[in-house]
């Protein structure tokens, strides 16, 4: 039995049309949860599961925490017995063994206490508003109807402070604190089609000092409103396959959503059935062979690092990919121990050989998301995703290789990609990449901006195509969604260029035009107040 005590500590404040939406007083929230998790049975048959929690938690009282423990306690135990003798009823010979395991893993005692970060919370909501302000003032659109340009604008700060408590019946006993910050600068843009699209950036720190520094806010702003006036009398990239070149954010997220964001999750693998990285793909080419992946939990300043996970396990550096070759999952307790019982069946000669980075135990990447007052049931995620290649070229080179490609087989331009987003469908393996900045790079040389198309590809023939990566590593620090909830994690990677890649143009519904006159803002001198 374990029981995890979370208590999340946070301040968000809002600012549109250049001014606060969020009074600061009244920015601030203290919540927390409790959880659960039983585990009935034994390791030669198995065992049940039941978990149960609760964000209905008093503050600074012993006496209702510990009822609160008790009940909770309860249902998880009634819940797992249940799900034991349920098991149990389960025809083992046409079904398989249903049971779940526990791999047995090293108490741990370990406690520690942040300072937390003094924040000049005035300061910020004042960068905050001026941001804000330059946004909405940020493009003249010319256009006398003023039916496109930047229709819509937001900033948008959270501090965050999260207390872990785990304890088991094992013997290990946790505490761990955090301290992240956060500003998302969002951008609706309505470009000459009546298209809208949203463009954002985000600084993500764990030191919200730096966000007082305004030379880097107005980076991010600038480089904001270049995306944006670039794309608003741009034409959208026709329907069709290309030569891409990926920069470290855009190529980070395809390889995220394209193997380490959930396709290589031992839980997908062994209980969802997902096929795409399957047992049978262990130890064999999935990438280049040059290239080779990691997700390191213990990343020193790694916006998804931690030091242990949400079992207790000690964080830890695990090898996915090496020289191209498939070598391991992100485990918990439970598929570690699934896949210790089931690899010398599957897969003898690997196992027997040690060829596989996997001796039966956790590699700690058990973790969970606080969404909607529940901190749900712990998955494999991925912390820090590092993609490095043992042939690195410079992006130099990877430019006159597009051309070069371009001109070989009679294209007039490849495509250059930058930041982005992307989702990932577990079942069919299939994945979406959405740019945040999309160029076309003509074999002259010359560049021209290009808007409003998805890539949709499958992750054996993105990660197939990959021919070189180079140029400088760049990260890109995000957040990762998933059935254990909303978790940061972070991307470390170099440039790469990739081909073919299949782009399809995005078509929304075209908002109609304006029918009231937009109201005129008042010169600066005056003040803003009405």
């Known amino acids: 039995m374990s029981l ?16 606060l939406v969020i009074d600061p007083k009244h920015a601030s929230s203290k919540n927390q949860w409790i959880r659960v998790e039983t585990w009935i049975g034994d390791q030669k048959k198995g065992y049940g599961i039941g978990f149960s929690d609760s964000d209905d938690v008093a503050f600074d009282d012993t006496l209702a925490i510990q009822r609160e423990i008790d009940f909770v306690a309860d249902k998880s135990y009634k819940e797992a017995e249940s799900n034991y003798f349920e098991l149990r009823s389960k025809n083992t010979k ?27 919370l005035e300061a910020l909501c004042k960068i905050l508003t001026e941001a804000s302000d330059k946004l909405f003032e940020g493009i003249d659109t010319e256009d006398k109807n003023e039916n496109k340009g930047i229709v819509n604008e937001e900033v948008s ?76 009398n741009c034409e959208a990239l026709d329907s069709g396959t290309y030569k891409v070149i990926f920069d470290p954010k855009a190529l980070g997220t395809a390889v995220h959503e394209a193997l380490g964001a959930h396709l290589v999750s031992a ?30 939990a213990t990343l020193s300043g790694g916006w998804g690092s931690y030091k242990y996970d949400e079992e207790g396990v000690p964080s830890q550096r695990t090898v996915l990919v090496e020289n191209g070759i498939l070598k391991s999952y992100l485990h918990t307790r439970n598929t570690a121990a699934k896949l210790k019982k089931i690899l010398p069946k599957k897969r003898p000669a690997l196992y027997k050989d040690g060829r596989i980075y996997f001796d039966g135990h956790s590699n700690g990447k058990a973790r969970i998301g606080a969404d909607d007052g529940s901190i749900g049931f712990p998955e494999p995620r991925t912390s820090n ?15 006159d290789q597009l051309i070069y490609a371009c001109k070989k087989d009679g294209d007039k331009f490849g495509i250059l990609v930058e930041g982005g987003s992307g989702d990932v469908d577990v079942e069919t393996g299939e994945f979406r990449y959405y740019p945040n900045r999309m160029t076309k790079v003509y074999i ?18 993105f990660l197939g195509n990959i021919k070189i990566l180079g140029g400088e590593y760049g990260s890109d620090k995000a957040w990762c969604g998933g059935s254990s909830g909303i978790i940061p994690s972070e991307i470390r990677s170099p440039w790469g260029l990739v081909y073919p890649v299949e782009f399809k143009t995005e078509e929304d519904e075209v908002p109609k035009p304006r029918y009231v006159e937009k109201l005129k803002r008042k010169p600066t001198s005056q003040p803003k107040s009405l």
């Open 94 to 120: 046409t079904e398989g063994n249903p049971f779940n395991w526990h791999s047995e893993e090293k108490p741990v005692n370990f406690s520690e206490e942040i300072e937390t970060p003094a924040v000049d």
């Open 385 to 399: 995703l590092i993609i490095e290649s043992s042939n690195l070229k410079t992006r130099q080179d990877l430019i």
């Open 444 to 461: 002259d040389g010359t560049q021209e901006p290009v808007s409003r198309a998805i890539m949709i590809d499958k992750p054996h023939t």
């Open 267 to 296: 839980q997908h693998v062994l209980e969802d059935h997902a096929t795409t990285f399957g047992v049978n793909k262990l130890e064999k080419q999935v990438m280049s062979a040059d290239i080779s992946v990691y997700d390191d």
């Open 157 to 232: 700060l959270a501090l965050e402070k999260e207390t872990r408590r785990y304890v088991n019946s094992e013997g290990t006993a946790i505490k761990t604190e955090s301290y992240m910050a956060h500003v998302a600068f969002t951008v609706l843009v309505r470009d000459k089609e009546g298209q809208e699209k949203e463009y954002i950036k985000t600084i993500c720190t764990l030191n919200p000092r730096e966000l007082l520094d305004q030379s880097l806010i107005n980076e991010v702003i600038d480089d904001l409103l270049k995306t944006a006036k670039d794309r608003i």
């Open 4 to 19: 995890t005590h979370k208590i999340l500590e946070e301040i968000e404040i809002h600012a549109k049309n250049g001014g």
